[in-house]
């Protein structure tokens, strides 16, 4: 690109989207993350680097996602989408947090130095894909990031409010013309299309029921499922809640994250004993269920459940269909309960790989397999096919005898269900409810599967959270000196006890997890490790105290 179409670049950012702030911003596992009034120039440049690297990808199509996931409304956020649907290659994370962080006088610099050190060909033809979640903040964003693809002459396509799980299939399709339609229609006739036929070959049996209360997290996914639900002919009757109308504050005391970490039921959903509930988060990436007993007591079925009762269901086709020979495995976080690992590794024989925090290193590992299930306990998760297991299963289903050519043609029913890009709430929750529809399963027989350890979360205000160094998949901690030793310590005096410490990625905090055989020993135990963080990591704020 010749200087002179910089120098516009770079007027334009000035005039139009000029950096107003000297806070520094990283992007990480879920891209930039902020209050939104600190980001219109950021997802200014991401138009610019989105164009650069199609232009490095010989110019197919990459996404921009407009979207803060599951935190609160004032936050806002951005992240790109590479090519095949995946999160953007490593890498380039690095050279993103440059180019949103330098001055204005030095973008023009900037952006010729990362043009030319990546050696992209700024003469293809390019498209981007940009969508939004539902914030009051995310038009104004959408369109500083379509101001930036232009900048660059590329093509902006903008899709308005979808699910970031959508706009990540969107961009697969695109790319790859045999994984779908790159629509919000062909994202229906995939994914929803899959459950009608799947759900037509399966008689609802035992103490499964059609019905399911969803919370919508006063987000984009529950306003999907409101034109979803008119499709299913009555495959699963959904009764939605907090559809972001009556006042209902986006995850404020709702949605898949709230419920996890809180372990208590969201606001704005009526709550029936033993009913099944799914809690979406924010942008519809995330899911974890629950259900509230007749004793007032919910009880989590977080994304470790889903993750073993996916497993084993594909195992059961696998294993129907005759192809077991094709490797599956199941890739968690450190936060994953340690029940669960048992369950999957002594129960289900399924081989685990503990992975770093971040969907990015899960789907990496997961890639290792010929089926590859992953999901952090936060219920952000999906199943990964390889080619040649497509293949093989597809084959089966077309020579194989005849109950194998059955368990074949369901489990591709349960392929074409998947997005495999990302994980997707609404796309897991189709997944979930086929489970438990061939399984007979109401939520409490899904719960007795196996007993969670009690757990629980908490996090320690720092300084600085770089002081907090990790290993071993984040399950030791290797800085401040003697902070692992003094957790060790104290994890020897709980039965079934474990505990470890990672820093946020977004924030000053240092995030502390405890597992025990009681809930009062983890909460215990949770409250011992966050004050020796607190005493050995630099702790600001009241130093936390021990539970009455």
């Not at 009880?299 to 269909?321: C, K, N, P, V, W």
């Not at 690992?341 to 290193?361: D, E, F, R």
Request: hydrophobic fraction near 40%; charge should be negative; glycine fraction near 8%.
């Amino acid at each position: 690109m010749p200087p002179s179409s910089l120098r516009v670049v770079y007027a334009f950012a000035r005039e139009m989207h000029p950096k107003t702030t000297d806070i520094f911003i990283e992007y990480g596992t879920a891209g930039f993350r902020t209050k939104a009034n600190l980001l219109e120039h950021v997802v200014y440049r991401m138009g610019l680097l989105a164009v650069i690297r199609s232009r490095v990808k010989n110019g197919r199509t990459i996404g921009i996602m407009i979207t803060a996931s599951h935190n609160l409304e004032p936050d806002n956020g951005v992240k790109l989408i590479d090519p095949d649907g995946e999160m953007l290659e490593q890498s380039w994370e690095a050279i993103a947090t440059k180019l949103a962080n330098v001055s204005d006088n030095d973008l023009e610099a900037t952006t010729a130095e990362i043009i030319k050190e990546v050696n992209a060909n700024m003469t293809l033809k390019t498209s981007i894909f940009i969508g939004m979640d539902t914030r009051y903040t995310s038009p104004r964003l959408a369109q500083a990031a379509a101001n930036g693809v232009m900048a660059l002459k590329g093509t902006p396509k903008e899709f308005g409010i979808v699910t970031t799980p959508m706009l990540h299939f969107f961009v697969k399709c695109r790319n790859d013309n045999t994984y779908g339609t790159p629509t919000e229609e062909g994202y229906y006739e995939k994914i929803v299309g899959a459950f009608k036929n799947i759900r037509q070959k399966l008689p609802v049996y035992g103490n499964y029921s059609t019905t399911l209360y969803v919370d919508g997290a006063n987000g984009v996914g529950g306003k999907k499922l409101n034109i979803i639900k008119k499709t299913l002919d009555g495959e699963l009757d959904l009764k939605l809640f907090n559809l972001g109308g009556n006042g209902g504050k986006l995850n404020l005391n709702c949605g898949a994250d709230f419920v996890k970490v809180s372990q208590k039921p969201p606001v704005g959903v009526e709550h029936v004993p033993m009913q099944r509930v799914a809690s979406l988060d924010g942008d519809s990436d995330r899911i974890v269920y629950y259900y509230v007993d007749d004793k007032d007591k919910m009880h989590l079925l977080d994304g470790d459940r889903i993750a073993t009762l996916l497993a084993s269901y594909i195992t059961e086709l696998l294993t129907a269909s005759e192809a077991k020979h094709l490797k599956l495995g199941l890739v968690q976080t450190a936060y994953a309960n340690g029940a669960s690992t048992a369950y999957i590794t002594q129960k289900l024989k399924v081989p685990v790989s503990c992975v770093k925090t971040g969907v990015k290193h899960l789907h990496h590992a997961a890639l290792s397999y010929d089926i590859g299930v992953y999901f952090e306990a936060n219920g952000h998760g999906t199943v990964i096919y390889s080619h040649d297991a497509k293949k093989t299963i597809s084959k089966i289903a077309e020579e194989g005898e005849s109950e194998q050519r059955k368990a074949a043609q369901l489990l591709l029913d349960f392929i074409d269900m998947t997005n495999e890009t990302v994980g997707d709430a609404i796309s897991d929750l189709f997944l979930v409810e086929t489970v438990l529809c061939a399984r007979g399963l109401d939520a409490e027989q899904w719960l007795s599967t196996y007993d969670d350890l009690p757990c629980r979360q908490v996090k320690v205000t720092v300084q600085d959270r770089n002081v907090i160094s990790t290993a071993d998949a984040e399950r030791v901690c290797t800085s401040p000196e003697g902070l692992q030793t003094r957790i060790d310590e104290l994890v020897a005096a709980y039965a079934d006890g474990r505990a470890f410490v990672r820093p946020s990625g977004t924030e000053d905090v240092v995030r502390v997890y405890a597992e025990a055989d009681t809930q009062q020993s983890a909460d215990k135990l949770a409250a011992e490790v966050s004050q020796a963080v607190y005493d050995l990591a630099g702790g600001v704020g009241n130093r936390p105290e021990l539970p009455a």
